[in-house]
Every structure is written in C-alpha cells, then in structure tokens.
C-alpha cells in the first residue's frame, strides 16, 4: 500500500515527539508500505519567525515573509530524517520546490495548481521514507510560496491524489473528530466515520481539526482520510464520501464560531437593487458575508444585518460608510460581542424535528438567539458571545442524552 501520513506542529515540537512519531513512520513501513510523510513546523515556530521578522521590518513584504516561513517545515522533515536514519531506515527530505509543487503567486495564501510524482516517485522506488516540508511551494516564477492555514493538510491531501495513495493519515493532538469539542463538552462522542461535506461544514464553521481547503480537495479526489491521534495508537475518524446508516448519528456533530461580528445597516431605503448595492461594495473588497437577515424599520426603511469574520469587520464598516449618502442608508452599526452556533447533519432538512430540538435546547438554556441560517446540512444561530460555550453544551446534551 501507498500512504501518506501528515503530522502536525505539536506533534513534532520536540526531540521526544519526534522520535515518537519516527516510530509511527517506521512500523508503517516495516509493515512494507510505501510511505510519504509530510511534516508541519515546530511547535511556534512560524509564530516565532513572525515575531523575528517583525523585529527588523513591522511590515516586511509577503514575498520575503514567505521565503522566512518556508523554513520551519524544513526544519521538521530534516529533523526527522536524521532520526529515522538513526533507526537505520533509509529517508529523504524534501521541500515543496523539490517535489515539484507549484501554486499561484498570493503569497501568504498560496493556492496549489499541480504536484509533480517525478521525484517522489524516483525515492519510493528506492524504498526510501519521503518526508515533504507541507506547507510551501513554488509559483511560476520560481519564488518560495506558502499555502496560509492548513497548508499542511492540504499538502498532504493533494499528494495523496496525484500519487494515488490507498489512504492518507492526519495524525494530529486528538484521536478523531467529535461531535463537539471534547475540551469544553465532556460528553463529546467520537465519530467512527463523517461524510465530505459534514466535515466540510464542521471545518468551515469553525472545528480545527481539519481545514476546509484539505477537505474540499479531498473530496474532489476521492481521497480516502483518516484523522488520528498522534499519541495514541488506535482507529481515529474516516472521512469519506458515504456512511452508512450504522454509522450515523442524529447529527454529526456541535460547532463554535467566535470569530465573527454582526453588522447592521440602519434606515435602507425599501427600494429594488438596495441590498445589491450594500453587499456588491462589500464583495469588491474580497468581504465574505455569511448570514443575512432583514428586517422592517420605520417610515419605509429597512435595517439589513449580516455576519463577516471578526477580522474584517471594522474594513467592512468603514467601506459601507463611504457610501452612506449614495445608497441612501442612515448609519452602520458593529457588534462584535457575537458567536454563530451550528449544528450539521447530511440530510438534516428531511428530519423536520431536528430544528426544533435545537432550538428547545436554547430556549431551555435561556438563550436568545438574534439570527438563524439553514441548507441542507447545517442550522446557525447566532447569540451573545458569552452564551457560545453554554449553548454548545446545551444542543449537545439535548442531542445525545443518554
């Protein structure tokens, strides 16, 4: 068999863990697979090379901070190379140019366009172990590049689908995905198994165990992931296409997004094409807006309210204010004192009683909720910031009470 494996930061911090993972990586291949790992950067590593970039220039380019963070993962796979060869088991390093993984030019957020199997391929057919810096490649001008968050994963998944690979690993600090966080909610529940586009919701909605983009491409291809525990030696969660009805669960699983903000548009004109033109001046800007809601004010105007990611809140206030006179609205108002709670379930919208437990659930708790968005697969809610934690809690235990 062919795998790819991927391990994480903190996974590899240290001599110890290294060497830990090392005797992960050796008895996959002394069971005579072939092996491609690929490697994330130390512990704080990138945070750390920031921090020293910071030092000499507060705003260096995005070429030349690429170039710096590129080196972390170096670091890692070189690290282990040399333990693996202390085990006396034949192992190559390589960086994403040496591989031949070529992306787009933005940098800091990198997009993979093609991975060559030239080169990983020459060193499995010399029973080699291929450890692959994740993380970076190269544009088309031959310039170090890195993929942004998650950048591992989606390494690791995009060289298990030109390779073919029978199965792609993602040993990471837990042993599977859960049905909320098992940090915060005791009573979380393990999945054996959760389809493509429920793991896709989960990681978009704000699980961080899986980035979206690895699971997007993942599907795309087929690629059959597990995610495990890089401590504990036992089955994690396979993502896959389908699960079977054994498998299944009411829902798949309780999600927490704190970083989001609310904003609300005060006094729109109740006119056609309005609310095309508060949200094109937004999608201009790259500003992804998620739930909507509208709602009637007074004397023929409306109040339009909207969630974005925290981050771009005060750009997309800001924005929306130039406009004011030309649109014809009174004032934008920011609330950042907000998270979004989702529950997901492939299906959920042919279970017409699962909404309803959700909100029991709620009201039970005395939480208010200030907006709702559903699809197939997902029901949101957003609430107060300080209720987020009690709310998962809540939803969970209404849906997994014993």
């Given amino acids: 068999m062919l795998i790819v494996q991927k391990f994480g930061g903190s996974s590899v911090a240290d001599a110890a863990k290294i060497e830990r993972v090392a005797n992960i990586i050796a008895d996959t291949y002394r069971a005579g697979n072939e092996v491609v790992v690929v490697l994330s950067a130390q512990g704080d590593t990138t945070d750390d090379l920031i921090e020293k970039a910071h030092e000499i220039n507060p705003a260096p380019s995005k070429r030349e901070l690429d170039v710096l963070l590129s080196v972390g993962e170096q670091i890692s796979v ?47 057919d010399k029973n080699r172990i291929v450890l692959v810096a994740g993380f970076q490649g190269v544009n088309k001008f031959d310039d170090v590049t890195t993929l942004g968050r998650g950048g591992s994963d989606t390494t690791a998944v995009a060289i298990a689908a030109v390779l073919n690979a029978d ?38 909605l704000g699980s961080q165990v899986l980035h979206n983009r690895s699971v997007e491409m993942a599907k795309r291809y087929s690629v059959d992931l597990e995610v495990l525990s890089s401590y504990e030696r036992k089955p994690g ?6 699960v079977k009805p054994v498998e299944r669960m009411i829902i798949s699983g309780v999600a927490k997004d704190a970083n989001i903000a609310r904003i609300t548009v005060v006094g729109v004109p109740d006119a056609p094409g309005v609310a095309f033109k508060v949200f094109s001046v937004l999608g201009k800007a790259g500003i992804n807006v998620d739930i909507i809601l509208q709602s009637a004010g007074m004397g023929g105007t409306n109040d339009i309210s909207f969630t974005v990611a925290s981050a771009d809140a005060e750009t997309a206030k800001s924005i929306l ?25 492939a299906g959920m919208m042919n279970g017409p009683g699962t909404a309803v437990k959700m909100f029991e659930a709620l009201s039970t708790a005395h939480i208010n909720i200030q907006m709702i968005s559903s699809s197939e697969i997902k029901l949101s809610v957003v609430i107060s910031a ?7 809690s809540a939803i969970h235990d209404k849906f997994f009470e014993a």
């Avoid at 969660?237 to 389908?242: G, I, N, Q, S, W």
């Avoid at 300080?386 to 998962?392: G, M, N, P």
């Fill in 167 to 204: 199965k792609c690993q993602i040993y990471t600090d837990v042993d599977g995905i859960y049905t909320a966080d098992p940090r915060k909610v005791a009573a979380a529940k393990k999945l054996d198994a959760i389809t493509y586009d429920e793991m896709l919701e989960l990681a978009s």
């Fill in 321 to 345: 204010a130039e406009y004011a006179q030309s649109i014809g609205f009174d004032h934008v108002t920011v609330d950042t004192n907000v998270a979004k709670v989702s529950i997901v379930n």
């Fill in 386 to 392: 300080q209720e987020a934690d009690r709310a998962v």
């Fill in 78 to 124: 070189s690290l282990m190379a040399m333990q693996l060869e202390k085990m006396h088991l034949p192992a190559v390093s390589l960086t994403g140019w040496q591989v031949g993984l070529r992306t787009n030019s933005a940098y800091g957020a990198a997009r993979i366009k093609s991975v060559s199997t030239e080169r990983i391929r020459r060193e499995l």
């Fill in 237 to 242: 969660t396979k993502v896959k296409e389908v």
